[in-house]
Each structure stands twice: as structure tokens, then as C-alpha cells.
């Protein structure tokens, strides 16, 4: 029986987010059909997936995968070799615009990247970014930050998603991002065979546009991570104050680091 089976109404939109842990399952077999088919059973009209990686292999994983999963796709590949390429896509049903890969990278630290972009849905324009941050928490901070400043420079209703390696109760994504997407999901997703963490999440706002989250536990067959997945009401959002300039978002996380 398919989960959370989907409703006649062109105002609500479904995103799933899921780190593919480079399509090789706990089995050891690298299996992308298999990764497929579990995302196809939600019925997405957005995906974002994260360890995506081609090194080695004879297909192109960010084309099968976004041929496999929608019509228009983005990539933040953060690793490119002669034999492939590693990173995190975001796949849509509907055309994106104005697509931006912005540079998360600290310094000594592995390059990442965060997709954002407008998806034009039937609804209207949806702001979106996808991540995958660090593992480190000084340089999950400053990321925060920068998603901060991200997140806030659109009116219309807004979704932040990834696998965002934040798994204190009260980490530095939450904090940074709690008042300008103040929609969350909570669902344990890490490791895949017995979720204890919160790594993987869906952020919006407004904070009723979340209307519910899930999490599908036949993924531990395919991911260490299980996914998470959100169906989205788009409303448009009226005006407010200016977005945080980059520079003003980490000052104002550094001052609230003592907090």
C-alpha cells in the first residue's frame, strides 16, 4: 500500500529528500533501479539526493537519476575526476529558474555546495534550496549562516532541504534557521536501521506550509539514511523586511553563539 497517497488539489506540492550513501546499499550492491523505484513509490514533484557519485562506474548516476525521477534537474557536483563525479542534484517535475550553486566550502575542510532555485509550479513560483553540509561544527556554523541569508532573500513561500549533518538537539542549522523557516520536519532518519538522528530535514515557511513529514523505513534496504518526505501547501507571502545580508547573518549567528 503506498503511503500518504496523494490528493486532487494543484495547491500542494510533495518534496522528498534522501542521502543514496553513493547507491550502494547495506548489501554492498550498487543498485540506482532500486533507488528509483523507492522515491517513485511517493509520487515527488521535487527531489533532492544527495551523495550522488559516478567515480568508477560505467553510467552517469546525475543523468540516470534525474531521467529517472523528473524533467528538469540541477547539480552541485563537489568532486570532479577523470572517472566521475560526486555531489548532491535536485531533480524537479516542473522547470527551475534562476538557478544558483553557491559555495559552502570551509576551508581545509570537503567543498560543499547548496543548490537554490525558483521551481515554476502549476501554483506559482517556489523558492528552493537543496544542501549537504559538513560534519564538522565550527564549519557547520558558518554554513548556518550562509544558508540563513539564502533562505531569506525570496517573498514567496520557501522549502530548505538536505541532509544537514546537524544532530544536536538544539544544533547550528536549527538555530540559524528556526525564525526565517520556522517549518520543520522532526522525523529520525540515521542511521537507516534504527533512526536515532535528525540529519535529514525539510525546512519552510511559512510554518503552516508544512502540512505533514514522513519517512519510509523500506529505504534501510537500499541507504544507511532513510528519506524524508513533505507535502508543501504554496502560498504566496506578503510583504515583509528586507533578508539579512550575508554578512549580517553570521554576525548576528556569532553574537547568538553564547546563547
Not at 160 to 174: A, C, E, H, P, S
Not at 219 to 227: C, F, G, I, T
Request: aromatic share 6%.
Amino acid at each position: 500500500m503506498r503511503q500518504n497517497p496523494r490528493k486532487p488539489d494543484p495547491t500542494v506540492l510533495r518534496v522528498l529528500t534522501w542521502n543514496v550513501h553513493a547507491g550502494i546499499g547495506p548489501d554492498g550492491r550498487y543498485d540506482l533501479p532500486r533507488i528509483a523505484a523507492l522515491v517513485r513509490r511517493h509520487e515527488p514533484d521535487i527531489v533532492a539526493l544527495q551523495e550522488i557519485d559516478s567515480r568508477g562506474r560505467d553510467e552517469n548516476a546525475f543523468a540516470y537519476l534525474a531521467r529517472s525521477l523528473g524533467s528538469h534537474a540541477a547539480e552541485a557536483k563537489t568532486l570532479v575526476t577523470p572517472d566521475g563525479d560526486y555531489g548532491h542534484a535536485l531533480i524537479s517535475r516542473w522547470p527551475m529558474t534562476e538557478v544558483a550553486i553557491h559555495d559552502l566550502s570551509v576551508s581545509k575542510r570537503e567543498p560543499r555546495r547548496a543548490i537554490e532555485t525558483t521551481v515554476l509550479t502549476p501554483a506559482g513560483p517556489l523558492h528552493l534550496a537543496s544542501v549537504h553540509l559538513g560534519l564538522g561544527f565550527r564549519e557547520r556554523r558558518q554554513q548556518a549562516a550562509m544558508l540563513s541569508a539564502i533562505a531569506g532573500t525570496a517573498r514567496q513561500t520557501t522549502v530548505m532541504l538536505g541532509d544537514f549533518n546537524d544532530w544536536f538537539i538544539y544544533g547550528t542549522v536549527r538555530r540559524a534557521l528556526k525564525t526565517i523557516l520556522p517549518g520543520r520536519s522532526q522525523q529520525r532518519s540515521f542511521p537507516a536501521c534504527w533512526p536515532l538522528l535528525r540529519l535529514d530535514r525539510i525546512y519552510c515557511r511559512p510554518r503552516h506550509a508544512l502540512l505533514h513529514s514522513w519517512t519510509d523505513p523500506l529505504a534501510r534496504r537500499v541507504s544507511d539514511h532513510l528519506p524524508v518526505i513533505a507535502d508543501i501547501r504554496l502560498e504566496q507571502m506578503p510583504p515583509g523586511p528586507l533578508p539579512l545580508s550575508l554578512p549580517e547573518a553570521m554576525a548576528e549567528e556569532a553574537a547568538g553563539d553564547g546563547v
